[in-house]
């Protein structure tokens, strides 16, 4: 065989891995995931309870970063992520004695560990900032355990899971606690994916109860807020999936306080004194 024939078939067959190779590289799944969204809602109340709007429109404008820096499917550990975010919350009307419009900015880093069957531990740290001084900015770290959704059928599942919050340090999240304080919600997310119908449509009814000590609502007992409701979702299909995965959304979440302080931290952020309220929400937003 002469050089240059050898010289040849050397070249085609390293151009024909590099072409394999690059043809996996593009094949392979992106390590980096995100989202961006914008919801307007008739209130702003926290998943703790917290009442902090109840006048006008407020709109939150969200958006978040993960990264999965491990992944084996069917080993122990299946995934190991971090992740991190922010969300600007503003009111089409000045509320709790600011001036301004724009009344929170929230940011929050965090890992979760996913093990085989889907079981998932997290731990994030969040700030909450008022870029008003409506109040002071509160630490928090929050722990996290989520199982692996429960298959009911074809069409509905379930994912339960529990958190601990821990207000570490600055004003206590529900204005009348005390910092250094914890709650604990307990929830589960029942889930019906129409998609499996070949209808492009889910609804979700987030359900959870929030307990601990009474210090972190400052007394008034061991239970906080109990919240149910239904979210709808369904895909923007004529957006090309080149530009992400567009959706729209809207809801209905209904909290009862079950904790008589909640009413008193109504009473000294301004809005109305209410046992029941009934939040109304519609958001656009696309991930990738």
Excluded at 44 to 53: A, C, F, Q, V
Excluded at 101 to 129: C, H, I, K, P
Aim: proline fraction near 5%; aromatic fraction near 12%.
């Amino acid at each position: 065989m002469s050089k240059k024939l050898l010289s040849v078939q050397l070249c085609a067959l390293a151009s024909l891995v590099s072409a394999n190779y690059a043809q996996a590289e593009d094949a392979a799944p992106s390590s980096i995931s995100g989202w961006l969204d914008e919801t307007i809602s008739n209130d702003y109340i926290t998943p703790r309870g917290l009442l902090e709007s109840d006048k006008g429109i407020s709109s939150y404008f969200s958006g978040g970063l993960a990264v999965q820096l491990y992944h084996n499917p069917g080993g122990p550990v299946s995934d190991i992520s971090v992740h991190g975010g922010a969300l600007f919350n503003n009111y089409s009307e000045p509320s709790a004695g600011t001036s301004g419009n724009w009344r929170e900015f929230d940011w929050w880093a965090g890992t979760t560990l996913t093990l085989d069957g889907g079981n998932t531990f997290g731990v994030e740290y969040s700030q909450f900032a008022s870029p008003k001084e409506a109040y002071n900015a509160d630490n928090n770290i929050e722990f996290s355990v989520t199982g692996g959704p429960i298959q009911l059928s074809k069409l509905a599942s379930v994912t339960p899971y529990a958190k601990l919050f821990w207000n570490e340090a600055g004003t206590p999240v529900v204005v009348t606690g005390q910092r250094g304080a914890f709650d604990v919600e307990l929830g589960f997310r029942p889930s019906l994916d129409f998609n499996a119908y070949d209808v492009p449509l889910t609804l979700t009814i987030p359900t959870w109860v929030t307990v601990g000590p009474s210090n972190f609502w400052g007394g008034g007992g061991n239970f906080g807020v109990f919240s149910t409701g239904v979210v709808a979702k369904t895909p923007l299909s004529f957006i090309p999936k080149k530009f992400g995965a567009w959706y729209l959304d809207g809801g209905v979440q209904y909290y009862r306080e079950l904790n008589d302080r909640l009413l008193l931290a109504q009473q000294e952020l301004g809005v109305s004194r209410e046992r029941d309220v009934v939040a109304a929400s519609a958001g656009l937003g696309f991930s990738f």
